[in-house]
């Protein structure tokens, strides 16, 4: 089904958005400082969000539904434009934007974005380079799956995020541990759809650097908004994000072949709008796609980019939305983000030592996302960061040294978590 209108009808934008997304508020508030009511879709009617609880309420495990439902809201509250802003969100937001003539990617290369699996094979298809990889059943007796496996190896869910579930094999043993880990984790993960419960991807391991990369397609060109090192070696068995780093300090050369290589992945997957978020290893001179999302970069890590004439990233993704093209022009300092990792399983009693971090040169803030008495939760299985340190400098080692020390003036105080064991005795 597709509505005929026009993107000048009104200045309202639809934010589709998962209920807890921490993305909500920054987009609301860009979305009001370039004049644009939005207006959110996402479920939860109660929820503490106000922008939630008063927006399009919809069950987002129901897409035809849910689509149906923004179609027939927008008739009568006509939009200009359609954001997801999260991987759970993106195919959801392609579909309500063609049905309205809107800004939009194909619904298929935003589910590519969002899949491991299909976004590898739709890369070799294209001859970008990718690790070697198989798909395997959780259904089906490992071992043979295994066979003619090259070590070591990583096992991933085929649509998770944040590293979640991503465990480094350097044999078939600790390979079928990996699987049983990663699939016990992805099996609590109810919304997702019952194949990618039980399945895995297992590919080959790809040793070198990594680096981020964020973008913005206009009409298939990529404009590239930043280029981010992860000074820190990510080698396994788990990979916990930390630092990121901008502007690269990686040679010219190999800068170009990242946004070339980004660039190559849009077009096989069909992405030509909007916000994209790519991981790359960087390995014998050349750089392998790890990830390539169509969404803005993860944790709070969107407030680390400013660009001139006073916007945000979340201000150029929302206007490109709406069909205005602003040229992003870079901050001419460096910055840095640490997301701060979970040392430890257990209660958090307290964080000690964060106003000596907030004291450290060029650290700009130190946010402490986690309350006293929340579970800490490492990863593999962890869905979130303790916090996170933000740095501005003249120059990136400045910004990373920054990170560093404000880093090593914290202390994490956790108490263990108490467990019941059934059969004891009662009072």
Not at 129 to 155: E, I, K, S, T, Y
Request: charged share 20%; hydrophobic share 45%.
């Amino acid at each position: 089904m597709r509505l005929s209108q026009s993107r000048r009808s009104a200045e309202r934008l639809l934010l589709i958005a998962p209920p807890s997304s921490y993305r909500i508020t920054p987009y609301v508030e860009a979305a009001r400082r370039l004049g644009v009511e939005p207006w959110v879709v996402s479920q939860g009617e109660h929820s503490l969000v106000g922008d939630v609880a008063a927006g399009l309420h919809v069950d987002l495990s129901r897409p035809e539904q849910s689509l149906q439902r923004i179609l027939d809201a927008v008739r009568d509250r006509p939009v200009a434009g359609v954001v997801g802003t999260d991987d759970a969100t993106v195919a959801l937001a392609s579909r309500a934007a063609a049905a309205l003539g809107l800004i939009h990617n194909a619904p298929e290369s935003a589910v590519l974005s969002r899949r491991k699996d299909l976004a590898r094979a739709r890369l070799a298809q294209a001859d970008v380079p990718v690790p070697a990889h198989r798909v395997v059943d959780l259904d089906r007796p490992l071992a043979p799956q295994f066979d003619g496996l090259a070590f070591p190896c990583v096992v991933k869910p085929l649509s998770l995020s944040g590293s979640r579930g991503v465990i480094r094999a350097d044999n078939p043993d600790a390979l079928a541990a990996a699987c049983r880990r990663s699939a016990a984790i992805v099996a609590c993960e109810t919304a997702l759809p019952e194949d990618e419960r039980r399945r895995l991807l297992v590919e080959s391991f790809v040793p070198g650097p990594e680096v981020a990369l964020e973008g913005m397609l206009e009409g298939g060109h990529l404009r590239v908004l930043a280029l981010f090192d992860k000074p820190d070696p990510l080698d396994g068995p788990f990979f916990e994000e930390t630092y990121y780093i901008a502007p690269s300090r990686l040679d010219a050369g190999l800068q170009a072949r990242v946004a070339q290589r980004v660039a190559e992945a849009c077009a096989a997957y069909g992405l030509r709008e909007g916000p994209v978020h790519a991981e790359l290893r960087l390995h014998e001179g050349d750089a392998w796609i790890l990830e390539v999302a169509a969404r803005t970069i993860g944790g709070q890590c969107a407030r680390l980019l400013r660009f001139g004439a006073g916007f945000g990233l979340e201000e150029l993704v929302l206007a490109h939305a709406l069909g205005r093209s602003p040229v992003p022009v870079p901050a001419a300092d460096a910055a840095g983000v640490l997301m701060i990792p979970i040392p430890r399983g257990g209660l958090l009693r307290r964080v000690e030592g964060v106003l000596a971090a907030r004291k450290v040169p060029f650290v700009k803030e130190v946010e402490i996302s986690v309350r006293e008495g929340y579970e800490l939760v490492p990863l593999p299985e962890g869905a979130s960061y303790l916090g996170f340190i933000f740095a501005r400098a003249p120059t990136p080692a400045q910004a990373e040294a920054a990170l560093r020390a404000s880093h090593a003036c914290l202390n994490v105080v956790t108490a263990p978590l108490l467990s019941v064991h059934a059969g004891a005795a009662s009072a």
